[in-house]
């Protein structure tokens, strides 16, 4: 009975420490070819499984803050296109009631509305790419890249790091969200 008890003492230990050593081993078992749930994680989730040093914190920052201005970007650029398309269409006069009432099969639309609407459409086009090369599976790329060489690929530029490493080590305050 003693034996047992130890086991199952034994079990739960080893049970409780698998979350914490996948988070400490995570980024050393980094595959070319992730499962979804390897890299759909939050800031806070991503930070503590592969943020393995001080730069691969901050590209994780950097990753997220561009990912998030992307989406949104697309997502408020967006939403005034039904609105400028709605206030700029008018309907045509129906003939047969002398034009006192609308033919609502018939319509127009102001000038001012193409242009309006492409730019805004443009505007969240950007918003999209920028989500699209930020996006998770790029920063999971990266990560595993820069473990790997302790060189960060073109595409990260330092310039751009120095903002979030600074503030990681506690030289600037974090900047007001």
Known sequence: MANFTILIALTGLGL????????????????????????RLSARGFEDAYGFNDTARAVIQLYYARWNTGLKIMKYAGYPVPVATALGRHYEPDPRTYGAAPNYSKYYYD???????????????????KATTYNRRQL??????????????????????????????????????
């Open 16 to 39: 409780a420490g698998a979350s914490a050593a996948r988070g400490q081993d995570a980024a050393a078992a980094m595959m070319e070819h992730p499962a979804t749930s390897d890299y």
């Open 140 to 177: 999971y790329t990266v990560i595993r890249q820069y473990r790997a060489t302790r060189r960060l690929p073109a595409s990260v530029p330092t310039a751009a790091l120095r903002p979030y490493l600074q503030v990681l080590l506690g030289e600037m305050a974090p900047a007001a969200r």
């Open 111 to 129: 000038p001012w509305v193409a242009p309006v609407a492409f730019s805004l459409l443009g505007i969240s086009t950007f918003g999209f790419i």
